[in-house]
C-alpha cells in the first residue's frame, strides 16, 4: 500500500471522492450512532470524509506517511495510526464501525475477514467501499482498454463487487448486502492522465513504460475529443458482527 506515497498530492486531487448518502446508510445499518470508528488504509482521506460524518472517535489506519501527512492535516481530530492493519492493536471490546475504502484488496486474502471481525464489537458494523472506474462510451472504454493492455497484457480487473463475494463466502458476518450508485465522470485530457497516474499497476512500471502509457492514452483522449466520460460505479458493502 505505500506504493501510492510518492504520488500522495496527485492521488488527493485527482481520486474521485464518495457520495455522503454512504454516511447515512452506514448509520441506518449499525441503528445508531457509533461510539467509535476506525478506518482500514485511510490513504490521504478521501473514505474519511464519508466516516467522519457518522460520529464518535475516529482512528485512521495508513501504512505510508506520505499518504497520512493530507489525511491528518483534513482530520485533526482523528488518530492516526501510521501502520499497516495487521500492526494495529484494536481497543478492548472492539470499535463499533470498522471502514475500508479502496483498500480490501491490499489485506492478506486468508485472515482479513477474521481480522475485521475480530476488530469490531459485537454487533458492530463492517463498512467496505470503492470504485470501479468504466466507461460511459463503450467503443471509448475498449480502445483505452486495446491500448493499456498493449502496453501490458498482464493486468486483470477483479469481478464486479468482488468484495461482496469475499464478506459472503467469509460467513463471518450477518445480513451483508451492498449498495451502488453510478455517477458519470466527465474527465479532460488532463484530468484523465491523472487519474491513471494514481493507478496501482500504473505506478508498478518503470518511467519509461509510464511515460509511453501516458502519450498514448493522451492521444487517444484527444481523438475522442478531448474529453472521455467515466461510468463510475461506487459500491457501498455492510455487515453486521455476527455474535
Not at 475516529?58 to 501502520?83: K, Q, W, Y
Not at 491490499?106 to 475485521?116: F, H, I, K, S
Not at 464489537?121 to 463498512?127: D, E, F
Request: aromatic share 8%; glycine share 12%.
Amino acid at each position: 500500500m505505500r506504493l501510492f506515497g510518492e504520488v500522495a498530492g496527485l492521488y488527493d486531487a485527482a481520486r474521485p471522492g464518495y457520495p455522503a448518502s454512504f454516511a447515512d446508510a452506514i448509520l441506518a445499518f449499525h441503528g445508531r450512532e457509533p461510539a467509535s470508528v476506525a478506518e482500514i488504509g485511510a490513504g490521504t482521506g478521501k473514505g474519511t470524509a464519508v466516516l467522519a460524518r457518522l460520529g464518535g472517535t475516529l482512528t485512521c489506519i495508513e501504512p505510508d506517511p506520505r499518504m497520512a501527512a493530507p489525511l491528518i492535516a483534513r482530520f485533526p481530530s482523528a488518530t492516526v495510526h501510521t501502520g499497516t492493519f495487521e500492526e494495529w492493536t484494536p481497543p478492548p471490546g472492539g470499535v463499533d464501525v470498522l471502514g475500508c475504502a479502496m483498500a480490501w484488496h491490499w489485506l492478506d486474502p486468508a485472515t482479513r475477514n477474521e481480522r475485521a471481525r475480530d476488530a469490531l464489537s459485537a454487533g458492530g458494523t463492517l463498512a467496505i467501499f470503492g470504485h470501479r472506474y468504466g466507461y460511459a462510451d463503450p467503443a471509448q472504454g475498449a480502445a483505452i482498454q486495446a491500448a493499456l493492455n498493449d502496453l501490458d497484457p498482464t493486468v486483470q480487473d477483479r469481478p464486479v463487487d468482488w468484495f461482496h463475494e469475499d464478506v459472503l463466502a467469509a460467513g463471518l458476518f450477518t445480513g451483508v448486502h451492498k449498495q451502488v450508485v453510478n455517477t458519470p465522470l466527465p474527465l479532460d485530457r488532463t484530468a484523465y492522465l491523472d487519474l491513471t497516474r494514481t493507478f496501482g499497476p500504473f505506478l508498478r512500471h518503470s518511467p519509461e513504460l509510464q511515460r509511453r502509457g501516458l502519450e498514448r492514452l493522451g492521444r487517444l483522449i484527444d481523438d475522442f475529443g478531448g474529453t472521455v466520460t467515466l461510468d463510475l460505479r461506487t459500491t457501498l458493502v455492510l455487515g453486521s458482527r455476527a455474535g
